[in-house]
């Protein structure tokens, strides 16, 4: 069962407008949310993360909001640039079966940003 | 400073062959955490571990697969009698401490398996 979805595979802006990608959970029992930027051939990047216990949470040009009873979050990237052209996974931190807090990530969204 | 160190960055295995994973951790990280990542899937959690202990072993498979982190070294994830669905991206992560957000990737080892 797929705990955390990104239900978006792609997505193209143009520069300078603002992304919007989203992330929906299932799992009521996650208290922490993180996005994770990727480049091809490397690790993922922590960009961004938000508590439970807010709404929204703004760093620069990316903002993550998260609406609880939805169990829905979104990151807004504004303005857009060219460099933020990657792969972005939301990861969802929880316990895992043995007991300890690990993350769940989604599938990822790759954003393209068109000059 | 170095970040995560991972290699080989390719890895290729004939099924029934044996893979073995390193991964360095950041300098004064402690904790090691490895993922794999599937085609057209996200990073799923394997294994935790701490020098010379593993902490959580629930995301790894049963069977063929361990983990090690010794006291002097690197952290070893080895997969015996691979097989072609073994071929996927393996990620490991390194933190200071538990903190989820302060977790810090490498660049991964992709493996496949002809």
């Known amino acids: 069962d797929q705990q955390v979805k990104q239900n978006s595979p792609s997505l193209s802006v143009q520069e300078g407008r603002i992304s919007i990608l989203n992330c929906d959970y299932t799992?009521?029992?996650?208290?922490?949310f993180l996005w994770y930027k990727k480049y091809p051939a490397e690790g993922p990047t922590f960009l961004i993360s938000i508590s439970s216990i807010k709404d929204k949470n703004e760093d620069g040009r990316f903002t993550v909001f998260l609406n609880k009873s939805a169990k829905h979050l979104s990151l807004h990237i504004v303005p857009s640039q060219p460099g933020d052209s990657a792969v972005y996974f939301c990861a969802a931190k929880g316990l895992s079966g043995a007991g300890s807090y690990q993350l769940t990530f989604g599938k990822g969204t790759k954003l393209s940003v068109i000059p | 400073n170095a970040g995560v160190m991972q290699n080989p960055r390719h890895l290729v295995r004939r099924r029934g062959q044996e893979a073995r994973l390193r991964c360095s951790p950041m300098?004064?990280?402690?904790?090691v955490y490895w993922y794999r990542q599937l085609p057209e899937e996200g990073l799923k959690f394997m294994v935790y571990l701490q020098k010379e202990n593993i902490i959580d072993e629930s995301g790894m498979p049963k069977e063929r697969f361990s983990a090690e982190f010794p006291k002097e070294g690197p952290s070893i994830l080895r997969i015996q009698q691979v097989v072609r669905g073994d071929s996927a991206a393996y990620f490991c992560?390194?933190?200071?401490?538990?903190?989820?957000?302060?977790?810090?990737f490498g660049p991964g080892t992709r493996l496949t398996v002809l």
């Open positions: 799992n009521s029992m996650f208290d922490y």
């Open positions: 300098k004064g990280h402690s904790h």
């Open positions: 992560a390194s933190s200071l401490g538990i903190g989820i957000d302060e977790q810090f």
